[in-house]
């Protein structure tokens, strides 16, 4: 697995909106793929297409540089909802690099680890100031879990640190596992 | 010894590697479910690494999301939503064979929606680790079982180690004290508890049900309970098994027999949790006052009495919800007509929940206009509503009987409903567009869908439940 960045620095998108869920996120209509790539297309479907198809002039998700805005922030209870693992597996190929929400959903916020998308949980003064500061840059460093944006706001995230270990370090988390195989053996010969 | 939760006891039995502050548990799985739309990736993952699955005996693979519920064409063959719903489902099917997995395809009489054939089979029993690829795996909870929802790289994970890689949840317990009233169900109970709790009051939780109305639910209203835990954000919800969970699974399937029965039965008899047991959130519901319950807005929380009104949209999101449903404040619930009812998914699917809901279709109409839908969870339990006739009361008051599958719950296989349609549905997400584009869902109990399909608008179903006649 390729190491991540210890930093990123990008501009934000916001959608304010409490609960977006992982229907929103990818509509359940585009799950019958067999693989993980190029949902990024997909990604908030109804959101930014009219029923056409055409893109829709209010879609809150274009009509911007997508490498200038990799950054989602959030309302909160982001990706509640089903396991599905395309959601982040859209987020990430639409371009966005982390999620920044005051509550993010469990299966969602383990999903969107192990794909390198980071799901990052601030306190809810810090939420707020983002979601009042559409554009705004951000800066996240992994590594010492602090992201700094606006005039002088830095605040702490918690982040699983295995899941976050993977990404700095390139750890694979299936290879990890695999490695244990002496200890799992162990543990089905003693049940058996 | 210190006094342990269920959690806890059910927890500890399946730690292969203890977790520490750097990294996860590594938990042992007894039971990977697997279905079509969350495993070719997870597949794919091990053709490339050529790896083979773990324990082939401990996985369980069954196709439902995709599949029609309309029988066979004049032509022998299914008709898919699209071809690539059809090439999903037979990626499964080829996965199963290279994989030696034991597949419920579409011709076996097994069957079903995951979450409804694994307790069926006694597949789910209590004391397992169970995980599927599907959020609503917490269902297999009601078994005394550590069931969750994982996404699909930890489906290949426990396909290839039959483990997973899992912190540790905090702990919440929630009583349900008194009795319930007539015509009130446990999609009731769970619409009221995540009323009070929020769609984010279990997130980082595993959820225990207790109390005395949980003691007295039948198996399936368990699961059912059970099965909305993700609603609240919790991927755990559990009840400690008693004598309603064995006698219901005694004699199926994949359950021991003669003395490993007696010996089975003896071991989960211990799986409750402690006196004195600890846990990080506890709260009381008074079951005796729940009435008929249905969801006003696009998050389960967004839950009231069938017989009021919607109260005022205070937040920005409250506001968009309201505006999105049309369901406006101040003015009764039923004052507001229904398009179509889906009675169906891995909530309430079951005999149980048809049962509720041709008590109260039998003898009457559909009204006119209103779509209906019943949607059996499993081939075993079509047989056994049909060996009932339950099936015959629904199509006679207007009803369609369909083959089992999510269907409508999740609208990937062709049912679903017209933009702008207000559909009354048994099943667990009343998400924007989750049952079809611009489809404004309404959640509630295979009473209440069954009521408002007869009178066309959103009815508390003790309205019928009290007259004479229908039956």
């Known amino acids: ?192 | 010894m210190q006094p342990q939760s269920l959690f806890e006891k059910l927890w500890h039995d399946h730690v292969v590697v203890d977790e520490t502050a750097e990294s996860p548990a590594v938990l042992f799985i007894d039971l990977h479910l697997v279905h079509e739309v969350t495993s070719p990736q997870a597949f794919s993952v091990l053709k490339e690494r050529k790896l083979s699955v773990r324990r082939p005996d401990l996985t369980l693979a069954t196709l439902d999301h995709s599949t029609p519920t309309l029988p066979k064409g004049s032509d022998g063959k299914y008709q898919f939503a699209s071809p690539e719903a059809e090439k999903q489902v037979r990626k499964l099917t080829q996965n199963c064979r290279d994989f030696n997995i034991r597949l419920l395809d579409q011709e076996d009489p097994r069957r079903g929606i995951v979450h409804v054939v694994g307790p069926e089979l006694g597949a789910t029993q209590p004391g397992k680790t169970i995980v599927c690829g599907d959020s609503h795996t917490s269902t297999h909870g009601a078994f005394g079982a550590l069931a969750f929802g994982i996404g699909t790289t930890e489906v290949g994970h426990v396909l290839a180690t039959q483990c997973v890689l899992q912190r540790k949840p905090k702990s919440m317990r929630i009583h349900f004290d008194g009795v319930l009233g007539k015509g009130v169900s446990a999609k009731d109970m769970a619409l009221a508890m995540i009323a009070k709790i929020g769609a984010d009051g279990g997130q980082g939780f595993a959820i225990e049900f207790s109390g005395s109305a949980v003691r007295a639910l039948s198996m399936e209203g368990r699961m059912t309970l059970c099965n909305m835990s993700i609603e609240a954000g919790a991927r755990f919800g559990m009840i400690a098994p008693d004598k309603t969970t064995f006698s219901w699974l005694e004699g199926r399937d994949l359950v021991p027999r003669g003395s490993a029965w007696k010996k089975a039965v003896s071991k989960w008899s211990t799986l409750n949790s402690d006196d004195g047991a600890t846990f990080d959130k506890e709260l009381r519901i008074d079951a005796s006052v729940i009435t008929p319950m249905i969801t006003y807005g696009v998050s389960p929380d967004a839950a009231a009495p069938a017989d009021g009104e919607a109260p005022t949209a205070e937040t920005e999101t409250e506001r968009a919800a309201s505006a999105y449903m049309g369901i406006n404040q101040g003015e009764h619930f039923s004052s507001n007509s229904v398009d179509r009812v889906f009675i169906g998914s891995c909530t309430n699917s079951r005999l149980s929940d048809l049962r509720e809901a041709a008590k109260i279709m039998r003898g009457r109409k559909v009204k006119e206009g209103v779509v209906a839908l019943v949607v059996p969870g499993s081939e075993a339990v079509r047989r056994s509503a049909e060996a009932e006739n339950l099936h015959i009361a629904f199509e006679e008051a207007g009803a369609e009987w369909r083959l089992p599958g999510c269907s409508m719950c999740i609208a990937m296989n062709g049912d679903k409903g017209e933009p702008g349609e207000l559909v009354v549905s048994t099943s667990n997400r009343n998400f924007v567009g989750r049952q079809g584009k611009g489809v404004r869902t309404v959640l509630a109990s295979p009473a209440t869908a069954a009521a408002s399909a007869i009178a066309g608008k959103i009815t508390d179903p003790r309205e019928y439940l009290t007259e004479a006649g229908g039956q």
């Open chain 1, 1 to 192: 697995m390729a190491k991540a960045k210890t930093t990123y620095t990008s501009r934000t998108v916001v959608l304010p909106q409490d609960n977006i869920d992982t229907d929103q996120i990818i509509p359940a209509r585009f799950l019958t793929t067999t693989t993980k790539e190029g949902l990024g297309k997909v990604a908030f479907y109804d959101w930014r297409y009219d029923s056409d198809g055409n893109l829709r002039d209010d879609s809150p998700l274009d009509g911007f540089v997508k490498s200038e805005f990799s950054i989602l922030v959030a309302g909160a209870n982001f990706g509640c909802g089903s396991s599905r693992e395309h959601a982040p597996w859209a987020l990430s190929d639409f371009g966005f690099s982390a999620v920044i929400s005051s509550d993010i959903a469990d299966i969602f916020k383990s999903n969107a680890l192990k794909n390198g998308l980071l799901p990052i949980v601030v306190d809810k003064k810090a939420h707020r100031e983002l979601l009042k500061s559409p554009g705004c840059d951000v800066s996240i460093d992994l590594e010492d879990q602090i992201i700094k944006f606006g005039d002088g706001w830095t605040c702490i995230f918690e982040v699983e640190p295995f899941g976050r270990r993977c990404l700095l370090d390139g750890v694979d988390p299936l290879g990890y596992l695999l490695d244990r195989m002496p200890q799992i053996q162990k543990f089905e010969e003693a049940r058996s």
